[in-house]
């Protein structure tokens, strides 16, 4: 029997109940409150319960167990209130949240926190009540007290809200602070519901008049307001159009005034009716798969269903453009048709776009797309449609995996390989395609994961039978893969030394491209104008004052920008260290290659899509329609470029500075290179006649370079898995590194020793440092880190992490220390 049922019969008992409940915070363990019997009937696993905890934080959490096993060191509280009737996350949620904070190392609060909606999670809201014995004699107070007791006087209580208006500062903490100590007021802390349903004001008809006879004499015998007459009329012909009519859209569409409505309203021939509404617009809900698959993909789909039979992950290893969309998109179609509910992961907000629209076309309002860009109440209500079994498509970034499914047969990891998968800050440090698998395993559904460039880890899992393996060799319409050229920036003397931007070849075959009415796409994997400036003369570099790295110049805002925390600075004009006045700005971001191209390219329209240039909403969606549609000829960007994006007419990509992507200090450099680029690469070509790849780099003699010349996956794939097990790497062994922050450099590096020596006896073989990371130093915090490479038996590695966690423990008991931030980070990338 599950918790939940146990759950339910429980709560139908009137013995001394109790919850285990998860709370929204960093937490050891999940604390138990105690069920008073007013409350016994109401409450069920996967409820929300108003708690308390410490002296008076109130604090919304879910139900996870409920039971009658008094705690026997304490003596539990009791629960407030109940907030939900019904649950609002299932058993199956809950399991994940569990498997999550075990496997990653965090608590169940940290990922409760993550999976639910702000909303759902209440905030607790500072209210202060007046002290009625202080009296009336304000006199001894200064201006900001004063204005607060006297308001208090007069209400009885105030939010910390309206006290902000009052004083007109948000910073009013201060203030509040000697009211407490004066004893002019206490403080209370209640539970705020922040969720609201979006309100519609709707236009009814009086059922009086529904009858035509009734609606004939009316209209007959009107008299005066002929306004109002034209009013009505034009409602009755947007109920015929529409079906249902809103206020704001009558008074549009008629051209009426509100003192008309108002009129037909007092006259009762017309009523006003307040309704809540979705936020979101959905299409009507159809399933219309209206296209044949190719031979090659239909042999694709029949050996993913066939080995579903035996496996429930299976691996899609189709080069780009071979259409595994379209897969994808047959595969669904046989899950809906099945009745089940199906997630479609990305790992870029900016893909979602593109696919939605695709996906709309055949699947119309069953679908829906969930990721962080939408607020709060918009999150709600798709989680609410997901919970109901309303929607039985979502199409979203890693945080969708935590919604309330409760018929999932299929999820789909597209661009499994790609690294967005993994959350880093903060905890939980999820990979939402590992998690996805156990997921899976909760509804007994399959898992398909798609790239043209897999991970190294599915790759291996798929050759050892862990998953099924299917490949989609040819490209869709029998397209060839698109040329590619490498060009020795070496060859290449510019007269101020500078690093080559444009090379003669790039540009010529721009040229080339535009005269044929060709886009291209150029990729630089740093944004910015200018990634660090240079004093000409003492070559002193400005850097962040809170984190040890060089500071970007952004031209558009005249500033120097530190991507690591945000810190914005002047742009320097006179050097710090020699007091000279002239720099020189050194290598390239995006920032600087589109003002390049637009002195290149005069009459050519260029666009940036980076992380400065998109904003809001829509911002993707806009700027690769207009791409789409053939209003932007040439394309830079920095990731966001490559990932799976689909353009009918590109035939030329550059790679601006390929060295770059092949000299990090990575175990996974040359698998992260390769990527990128057969993945950039694969975006030329698509339809047509064949793309044309042009890479600039000056060490011209990689090997990955090689790999990504001639399209050959499974070859890198030889040769980078000889390394990994020469030198013990994943995929053949489990990886878990362990940093250590703090503002004292000595405090760190204590920190980390403590846990080395600690670890040294049962798991010394295993351990790599502590050392200092690249960088060491970030929003004022120094790093110091230690790596684990682990053989994969997980007995021996369960038993290493929770030795970790007892060591942290014991750490923060040493007074030195207790201020040393320790994050355990699992299958860090």
């Known amino acids: 029997m599950s918790d939940f049922d146990a759950g339910k019969r429980v709560a139908e008992t009137l013995s001394p109940l109790f919850a285990e409940i998860i709370i929204p915070l960093a937490l050891p363990k999940n604390y138990t409150w105690r069920i008073p019997p007013h409350f016994q009937g109401k409450v069920v696993p996967g409820c929300r319960v108003e708690v308390v905890l410490g002296k008076n934080k109130k604090y919304a959490g879910i139900i996870k167990r409920l039971h009658q096993s008094k705690p026997a060191a304490f003596e539990p509280k009791d629960i407030l209130n109940v907030l939900d009737a019904e649950p609002i996350v299932f058993e199956r949620q809950m399991k994940l949240w569990e498997w999550i904070a075990r496997y990653y190392m965090c608590s169940e609060g940290e990922v409760m926190a993550a999976a639910l909606p702000a909303h759902f999670k209440l905030s607790s809201e500072t209210i202060l009540i007046f002290n009625g014995e202080y009296g009336d004699d304000f006199a001894s107070l200064d201006d900001n007290e004063y204005i607060i007791a006297e308001a208090l006087h007069i209400k009885k209580e105030l939010k910390l809200t309206e006290i902000q208006q ?36 709707y236009v009814v008809l009086n059922p009086q008049y529904a009858n035509e006879a009734e609606l004939a004499t009316l209209m007959n015998n009107w008299q005066r307001a002929p306004r109002q007459l034209e009013l009505l009329l034009g409602y009755l012909h947007l109920m015929k159009t529409e079906g249902e009519v809103t206020k704001p859209s009558l008074l549009k569409k008629s051209g009426a005034s509100e003192a008309q409505l108002k009129g037909l309203v007092e006259k009762d021939i017309l009523w006003l009716e307040r309704r809540s509404i979705d936020r979101l617009h959905y299409l009507p809900r159809y399933v219309n798969v209206d296209f044949d698959l190719t031979p090659a993909q239909q042999d694709a789909f029949a050996g993913i269903n066939e080995l579903f039979k035996e496996k429930s992950v299976c691996l899609l290893n189709g ?21 089940k509910q199906v997630l479609y992961l990305l790992p870029e907000i900016a893909l979602t776009s593109q696919i939605i629209r695709r996906l709309q076309k055949h699947f119309g309002g069953y679908i829906g797309i969930y990721h962080s860009k939408f607020n709060q109440n918009e999150r709600i209500e798709i989680w609410n449609k997901i919970k109901t079994g309303e929607m039985k498509i979502i199409l979203g970034a890693r945080s969708s995996l935590f919604l309330p499914f409760n018929n999932l047969g299929l999820i789909v990891v597209d661009e499994e390989h790609d690294t967005s998968y993994k959350q880093y800050d903060p905890a939980p440090r999820y990979h939402a395609r590992d998690s996805a698998v156990y997921y899976a395993t909760l509804f007994e559904a399959k898992v398909l994961l798609g790239s043209a460039t897999p991970s190294l880890e599915s790759y291996y899992n798929a050759l050892q039978g862990k998953y099924g393996l299917v490949e989609i060799g040819e490209r869709y319409g029998g397209i060839q893969l698109p040329a590619i050229e490498i060009i020795d920036t070496k060859q290449i003397v510019r007269k101020d030394k500078s690093r080559v931007i444009l090379s003669p070849q790039l540009k010529a075959a721009v040229e080339r491209a535009l005269e044929r009415g060709a886009q291209a796409i150029l990729f630089q994997n740093r944004r910015g104008y200018s990634p660090y400036q240079v004093c000409a003369a003492c070559g002193w570099i400005p850097q962040c004052e809170h984190c040890a790295v060089n500071l970007t110049y952004h031209k558009l805002s005249n500033r120097l920008v530190c991507h690591y925390c945000g810190a914005s600075y002047p742009y320097a004009t006179t050097c710090a260290a020699c007091g000279s006045h002239v720099f020189e700005q050194r290598n390239f971001g995006t920032e600087k290659i589109e003002e390049l191209l637009d002195e290149t390219f005069p009459s050519a329209k260029v666009a940036r899509m980076d992380i400065d240039s998109i904003r809001g909403k829509h911002a993707h969606d806009s700027l690769i329609q207009l791409f789409e549609q053939k209003r932007i000829d040439i394309l830079v960007g920095t990731q966001m470029v490559v990932k799976g994006l689909d353009f009918e007419y590109v035939s030329v990509v550059g790679i601006l500075d390929a060295d770059s992507l092949l000299s990090f200090a990575d175990f996974r450099v040359n698998e992260r290179a390769f990527q990128l680029m057969e993945q950039v690469s694969g975006r030329a070509g698509r339809k047509g006649e064949r793309g044309l790849v ?5 060490n011209t003699k990689h090997p990955v370079l090689h790999f990504v010349q001639q399209h050959d996956y499974p070859a890198f794939f030889r040769f980078e898995i000889e390394s990994r097990e020469r030198f ?5 062994s489990r990886i878990i590194l362990v940093t250590f922050r703090h503002k004292m450099k000595e405090r760190a590096a204590e920190a980390a020793q403590f846990l080395a020596r600690k670890l040294q006896p049962g798991f010394g073989e295993y351990v790599i440092g502590p050392a200092e990371p690249v960088i060491n130093r970030i929003r004022n915090q120094y790093l110091m880190e230690l ?15 929770t030795f970790i966690n007892q060591c942290i ?13 320790v994050i355990s980070n699992v299958d860090a990338l």
């Not at 790596?787 to 992490?801: F, G, V």
């Open 166 to 201: 009052l004083t007109d500062s948000s910073n009013v903490y201060p203030v509040i602070k000697r009211l407490i100590e004066k004893k002019v007021c206490f403080v209370w802390e209640k539970l705020k519901e922040t969720y609201r349903a979006k309100k519609q004001t």
């Open 319 to 339: 080069i780009t453009s071979s259409g595994k969309t379209q897969v994808y998109i047959k595969l669904i179609e046989l899950y809906i048709n099945q009745g």
């Open 694 to 698: 042009m890479i600039q780099v000056s």
């Open 728 to 732: 013990f790497y994943p995929p053949f």
């Open 787 to 801: 790596l684990l490479k682990l053989p994969k038996d997980m007995t021996l590695i369960n038993r290493c992490k």
């Open 809 to 821: 423990a014991e750490l923060h008991q040493v007074k030195t220390l207790r201020s040393v931030v």
